[in-house]
T-cell receptor
C-alpha cells in the first residue's frame, strides 16, 4: 500500500527556533493536511491545502505556522518561532480527492521544544 | 461547532471479553464516520468507515461499528478482544466546511487488554 512519508521522526529544538517538518504525500493525491497530537490529548486539525493554497485552517494555525509545497512531491509545515506548547506529534495526511473516503496518514514527527 | 465525543478515556479488559467504545458527534449535516486505531509506536490506521447504506459496518480485525443517526452515535464493537488489540482508538467525523473536507477526531480511548 502506498505510504505518506514524514521526516524526521523526532526533532528536538530550542524555544524560539524555526523548525520545518517534511512530508511526502502519496504521488497522485491532491489534498494535503497537517494534524497534531499533544501527548495525552486528541488529534487536532491544523490546516488543509489544495491547489497550492490553504483551503482551511484551525485557530491553532496562527501566523507562526506556514505550509508550502515547494516542488511536486514535498509538503512542509514550518513553525517560525517555536514555543514549549508546540511540543507534539505532527501528522501529515493526504487524500486523492476532496471527497475520497480514506485519509492516508504518515507515521508522524515528534517535535520536542525545550 | 462540530465535535466528536468519546466517552471512555481508558478501558481495561481481559482477553476474550467483549468491547464497546462509545462515540457521539455533533454535526447537523451529512457525515462520514470513521474509527482509527493507533498501536504503540505506530501511525494511525483506518479500522472502518461509514458513508451510507447498512448502518452496521464491518472493518478489519473483527471490529464492527453501528451508526445510529437518531442518537448521533457510531460505537465500535468487537465480540472478543485479544492482547494485540491493545492500542488507542479514535473516532472521527468527516465534515464538510466551505466545500472542503476535514476530519474531526475524538480525544481517543486507550484500550489495554490483559492476557
Amino acid at each position: 500500500e502506498p505510504e505518506v512519508t514524514q521526516t524526521p521522526s523526532h526533532q528536538v529544538t530550542q524555544m524560539g527556533q524555526e523548525v520545518i517538518l517534511r512530508c511526502v504525500p502519496i504521488s497522485n493525491h491532491l489534498y494535503f493536511y497537517w494534524y497534531r497530537q499533544i501527548l495525552g490529548q486528541k488529534v487536532e486539525f491544523l490546516v488543509s491545502f489544495y491547489n497550492n493554497e490553504i483551503s482551511e485552517k484551525s485557530e491553532i494555525f496562527d501566523d507562526q505556522f506556514s505550509v508550502e509545497r515547494p516542488d511536486g512531491s514535498n509538503f512542509t509545515l514550518k513553525i517560525r518561532s517555536t514555543k514549549l506548547e508546540d511540543s507534539a506529534m505532527y501528522f501529515c495526511a493526504s487524500r486523492r480527492t476532496g471527497t475520497d473516503e480514506k485519509l492516508f496518514f504518515g507515521s508522524g514527527t515528534q517535535l520536542s521544544v525545550l | 461547532a462540530q465535535s466528536v465525543s468519546q466517552h471512555n478515556h481508558h478501558v481495561i479488559l481481559s482477553e476474550a471479553a467483549s468491547l464497546e467504545l462509545g462515540c457521539n458527534y455533533s454535526y447537523g449535516g451529512t457525515v462520514n464516520l470513521f474509527w482509527y486505531v493507533q498501536y504503540p509506536g505506530q501511525h494511525l490506521q483506518l479500522l472502518l468507515k461509514y458513508f451510507s447504506g447498512d448502518p452496521l459496518v464491518k472493518g478489519i480485525k473483527g471490529f464492527e461499528a453501528e451508526f445510529i443517526k437518531s442518537k448521533f452515535s457510531f460505537n465500535l464493537r468487537k465480540p472478543s478482544v485479544q492482547w494485540s488489540d491493545t492500542a488507542e482508538y479514535f473516532c472521527a467525523v468527516n465534515a464538510q466546511s466551505g466545500g472542503y473536507n476535514k476530519l474531526i477526531f475524538g480525544a481517543g480511548t486507550r484500550l489495554a487488554v490483559h492476557p
